[in-house]
Structure formats: C-alpha cells, structure tokens
Nanobody, 124 residues
Framework: QVELVESGGGLVQAGGSLRLSCTTS????????MGWFRQAPAKEREFVAA?????????SYRNSVKGRFTISRDNAQNTVSLQMDSLKPEDTAVYFC????????????????WGRGTQVTVSS
C-alpha cells in the first residue's frame, strides 16, 4: 500500500501562489510515476500534471496550467510537489496526489494510489 498525504492547500487571491506537497511514509516513491489531479464541485476529476520515475525527466501539464504550474520530485525527501503560480479562480478545486506503478501516465485510470486531497480556493 502507498498512502499518500497532500499538504499546502489554502485560500489565496487571484494571481497568488501556493506550493502543494505530497509524501508517504509507507513506501519510497522513486519507482512510481507521480501525478496531480483536481476536482471542482460538480465537476469531473481532471489531470493537472505528471512526472516520470525515477528521475523526473518527463513532465506533462494540462494546457490551462502550462507556464503557471511546475511539478517536481525530490526522491531523497520522498516528496512530489506542485508549485502553482498566477493562480486563477478556475483553479479552485480539491487537488489530489497520485502514484502509478507504470512510471509515467497522464491518465487517472492508470494511477493506483491516491491521497485524500487538499483544498485550493482562489478568490477573484
């Protein structure tokens, strides 16, 4: 089992920044591809960003966050992060960290392990 825990969510004004972190004490994350997904009220879960294992050389972002969000991993700290800059109200959602044994994926269906989520709220 990989039990993921997110942190760093909160309330910010449009244009502000947040840094989300995800870690686990159950396993080392270096072998897993990692991703961030989000779900707004009454909306479907959507892909945000992904990073490959173990080196993180491959990354992907949904178009609406390109240039604003940066995914990274620190295997020594057993952590994956999502730096979110220039936040917009449409970024408001619960953000979930996820891990896939496939090494890299942008598809939620290929992620086996999920955190409980952290709320990000961006006001106008």
């Amino acid at each position: 089992q990989v039990e993921l825990v997110e942190s760093g969510g909160g309330l910010v004004q449009a244009g502000g920044s947040l840094r989300l972190s995800c870690t686990t004490s159950g396993r080392t994350l270096s072998r897993y591809g990692m991703g961030w997904f989000r779900q707004a009220p009454a909306k479907e879960r959507e892909f945000v960003a992904a990073i490959s294992s173990p080196s993180g050389t491959t990354t992907s972002y949904r178009n609406s966050v390109k240039g604003r969000f940066t995914i990274s991993r620190d295997n020594a700290q057993n952590t994956v992060s999502l730096q979110m800059d220039s936040l917009k109200p449409e970024d408001t959602a619960v953000y979930f960290c996820a891990a896939t044994p496939r090494g890299y994926s942008i598809s939620a269906d290929e992620y086996n392990y999920w955190g409980r989520g952290t709320q990000v709220t961006v006001s106008s």
